[in-house]
Every structure is written in C-alpha cells, then in structure tokens.
C-alpha cells in the first residue's frame, strides 16, 4: 500500500505529463480547474493515467466530486485494493 | 478604425518543411537545391509501391512544450509552429491590433487523419475507455485553424477551407477578402499537413498517384520532366501574417510583398482528374491577374503548382501557357520540398514572396529531360540554378483534387 506522500508523488507525475503542471505546484490545497488550469478534458486524461497507476476505478459521478488534489489523493486512498 | 482599401499586405511569414524548421533555413535549402526527401524505412512500408516521403527536418516536440504536443495532431502542431513563427515576423503581439480585429484562415487536405487511425488501433485493441477525450478536436480538420486561433489569440473569427491540395492557397484568398471586406484587420493565413500513415500512403498508392522511384528518393519528385511518375507525399505548414497596407505602413510594419489579387474557379469536369487542357486552372490564373489590376505581361515569375504527376503538370502547363504566356520564369519547387498537400499553396507563397524580394527565381530540380508536350516545351521553366531576374508580379497557384483551382498574385512591395 503507497503512503500518502507516494500518492501525491504519483499523482504529481500525471498531472506534469498530462496537463504541464509543475511537480511543486500539485500540493493537496490545489483546485484542479481554478488553481491549475486544468481543463475537462485533460481531467479524463488524468482519470484514465490515476485508474492505470492506483488500480482504482473511477466513475464518471465520483469524478465529478474531486475537486482539488487533496480530493483526488483520498479517493486514490480509499478505493485501492 | 482606419479607411479600409482594397490594398492588402503580407507583414510576417512562418514555415516549418521538409527543407527547415523555419523560412530562413527552408529557403537556404531551397537554393542550395537540397532534397527532403528519403525514403521510409518503418516495416509497413517494406511491401507497399511508393516508399518515399519529405519528412520534417525539426520534430515539433523540439519546438512545443509537452502539452501541446499532447493535446494537438501533428499537422496542428505545425501549423501552430508556422503560425507562430509568422505572427512574430509581423510583430503581431506588439502591434496593438485588438483581438476583436485578428481572424485565422488556415487549410488542411487530409486534416488529423494520424489521429483517427492511431485512436481506432486504441479502440479495438483496449476498447472505448481508453480512447483519449482528445480525438475529436485532434481529428476535426478545423483543429489547425482553431489552434492557431488560440496561439494568436484571434477572436474575430477562425475558418478552415477544405479543398485538398488548394486550402493553403484558398485560405490566403479568403483572407484577402476579410481584409477587403473590413471583417478583420489582420489576419493569420496558411496550410497545414502531416498524414505520413499507411492508409494515406496506400490510397494515393492506389490512385497511381505517386512516384514509386524508391531507390532514388532525391531524384523522385521530378515535375515536367518527361520521367516523372508521380509525387511525393511531404509534411509541414506554411504561414502568412496579412493586414491593410495602410494599416501596416502607419505601425512601421515591414512589408514583404502585397497580396494583388486572387482567383479561384472549380473545373466541374471529374471528381479527381483535371482538365486536360487546364480550363479551369487559366481561368483562376485569369481572374487573380485581373484582380490585382494587372496584365498577363505583368507577371514574371509563376511557382507552379507542378506535383511531378504524368497528366497534372502539363495541364497546367497549358493552363500558364494560354492564360499568361510564354514569358514567366517559372519553377516548381515540390521537387525538392515533395507535395505538402493543403500545406503547398501556403509554402509555395512563401517562396513567391521570396522570390519577389530578392528578385532571385529558385530551380526546378530533376529536370533532365523536358517533357515533349507543347505546353511544357513553352515554358521557360527555371532549372540547375537559381536564375536572378527583374519582376515586380509573381503568381503562385494551386490545384486540388475535387477540380479546386486557385491563384494568386504577388506584388513587390
């Protein structure tokens, strides 16, 4: 099971190959649209690479709920296997 | 707002080709009579006939941050290159244009066909879900268009002709005229392309439309020459930065040529085919003379459309021959760049503007051996070496298929 930080890392890595965002700057407080100029279709992309990476499943209503960085870490924690 | 004329002028000018990864290095190339053509070496294309391609000199992913190269196909990477190049030639960001006031006109042929091929490998190999939520606006053959729009930030309009090989010449037209109509004032034009994939590869293959000289890549794309055989399927995108000439001269623009006028026709004659005699292309070539004020003995210099296909050339060798004569120096230049598709107009108006500039006419390569046809045999077709002349109109057209024709007229600035 990865630690909080590994989460973090992991998810940090995704968001700088997907949507250019600097490793630093992916801190849980982070609005993914607001705070990081995520756009929707890069969050699917992000999706996607967080399903590969965790082993979770994401649906599309959860996805809606995840909001911040902070969000997406503990859903990653609560739904890994 | 300034008085609107019909005077219209290219300020900035932006390339990424098989030759260069920009104008300076691509005409440099041009005039050295380098080829970029070689042929593929990938395991698909080991059985297929024609193997040749004029493949970029400059990765994008040299060029573009990482997300760009994400989320744009290649032949939208390009033109956004191109694109960028241009609108900083024209000093577009300092020029205190508002962005109600820029448009994008911006053509592709084949547009994100990679793309679609590349996500419907994905979709039956992993199914829907893996299918990336950028296929859409990766394939639509607006997407070159709209990602320059952004790059430019131009709001007052993006728009996207599709005409096969004429879009880069049919969306200069089409920004002359939102210039002439005051719906923009300036305005990013050009053409875009990067379909190097098997299927294109093996639908033109299958028209007999490409050389299949695989053994001599820089000898293959060798337009009226009497053993042409076909053309060479080439990559990148050309750009041009367009505004009233008053417009530019009260900003202290550089002017690198005025745009005179244009002319487009349709042959209504085949669906692919040309006219044999060229109809269709001498009265585009007619109406872009007359457009620009001019005479056919104004014009001299022609950058042929000349994709080194067996009856293409000497159609529109006719075509130059009765509508203009025998005076033009002409070239064609895909003989080294291959045959950007709805990117040649563009680039083949780079090199006109260029050609006026520094009243210097590059050579067609790989003419050995004129073709005896008549109309080419007329022609005073520039080969060897550049040939220095004295013009102040030069004419660039472009033929698609779908009986596309297209011209345009350049004028010293």
């Known amino acids: 099971m990865p630690s909080t930080a590994d989460i973090q890392a992991g998810l940090a890595e995704i968001l700088e190959e997907v949507a250019g965002v600097a490793p630093a700057d992916a801190t849980p407080e982070k609005s993914f649209t607001d705070d990081l100029d995520v756009d929707s279709l890069s969050m699917v992309e992000i999706a996607t690479a967080v399903e590969d990476k965790f082993g979770v499943a994401i649906p599309d209503d959860e996805l809606a709920n995840i909001k911040t960085v902070g969000d997406a870490m503990s859903f990653i924690e609560k739904n890994q296997g | ?413």
């Open chain 2, 1 to 413: 707002m300034s008085t609107p004329t019909a005077d219209v002028v290219v300020t900035g000018l932006g390339a990424t080709t098989p030759l260069g990864g920009d104008v300076a290095s691509t005409w440099d190339a041009l005039l050295a009579g380098r080829s970029g053509v070689s042929r593929l070496t990938d395991d698909w294309a080991k059985d297929f006939p024609a193997q040749l391609v004029a493949r970029l000199t400059t990765e994008p992913a040299e060029v573009l941050d990482r997300v760009r190269i994400r989320r744009l196909d290649r032949s939208q990477q390009v033109a956004v290159i191109a694109a960028e190049e241009a609108w900083r030639d024209a000093a577009g960001a300092d020029s205190g244009v508002d962005p109600l006031r820029v448009a994008v006109v911006f053509g592709t042929g084949i547009g994100g066909a990679v793309t679609l091929l590349d996500q419907d490998d994905i979709l039956e190999a992993k199914g829907p879900k893996r299918v990336s939520p950028f296929t859409i606006p990766m394939l639509m053959p607006n997407g070159p268009a709209a990602a320059v729009g952004l790059a430019v930030g131009a709001r007052a309009g993006v728009h996207a002709p599709v005409s096969a090989c004429a879009s880069g010449a049919e969306a200069i037209r089409w920004g002359l005229d939102l210039l002439r109509l005051d719906r923009a004032d300036m305005v990013v034009v050009g053409g875009t392309e990067a379909c190097v994939h098997p299927l294109p590869m093996a639908g033109f293959s299958a028209m007999r439309a490409m050389s299949t000289r695989n053994d001599e890549p820089h000898r293959a794309s060798r337009p009226f020459d009497k053993g042409r055989d076909g053309f060479v399927l080439g990559e990148g995108a050309a750009a041009l930065v367009l505004e009233r000439a008053d417009a530019a001269t009260a900003r202290g623009a550089r002017i690198h040529a005025r745009l005179a006028g244009a002319g487009g026709t349709s042959d209504g004659y085949d669906l692919v085919a040309p006219h044999p005699e060229g109809e269709g292309a001498g009265r585009a070539i007619t109406a872009a003379i007359r457009d620009a004020g001019l005479t056919a003995a104004d014009i001299g210099h022609v950058n042929a459309h000349a994709t080194s296909t067996p009856i293409g050339d000497t159609a529109e060798a006719a075509a130059i021959r009765d509508a203009i004569g025998d005076h033009p120096l002409v070239t064609a230049t895909k003989s080294q760049t291959g045959h950007l598709l709805g990117a040649a107009g563009a680039l083949e108006s780079v090199f006109t503007i260029l050609a006026l500039r520094e009243q210097l006419v590059p050579a067609t390569a790989n003419l050995d051996d004129p073709d005896d046809d008549a109309a080419v045999q007329a022609l005073d077709i520039v080969r060897r070496d550049a040939r220095k002349a004295t013009f102040s109109a030069a004419l660039n057209d472009s033929f698609g298929f779908g009986g596309h024709n297209m011209a345009l007229v350049f004028t010293t600035a």
